[in-house]
């Protein structure tokens, strides 16, 4: 399971390396995930990181932050369906009118949590 929790916590740097360096790329790519099987995609891969998040805590250097890092993407999985096409876009036309700051701002916070999340399963956890 770390190596799951690893793999997803490179993936969020990756992608909040993209938000950072290509905001514009990334709002393109998001168009694509603003659809009924996007939407179900997206909620079905935020509930398996969050059980593996919650799963590979009791072996990781934070457990008790992945463990909230692992609630939250559970809930957020969730109740991704419950938010709806509509809701959805329009988030993204917020996110979109502010231009690439948002962006930048979240892509920013994924890098941050991504390392975090990296840095938590990457080491062995130590005797108190």
Known sequence: MKFLGLLFAVSMIFIGLVGLVAPGWFLTAAQYTITPKGLYVIAALRVVVGLVLLIASSASRLPKTLRVFGVI??????????????RARAIFNWSSMYGTSVIR???????VVGGLIAYALAGYRRAV
Do not use: N, S
């Open 105 to 111: 701002v979240w892509g920013g916070i994924a890098l």
């Open 73 to 86: 993407a559970l809930i957020a999985g969730l109740t991704t369906p419950l938010m709806g096409i509509e």
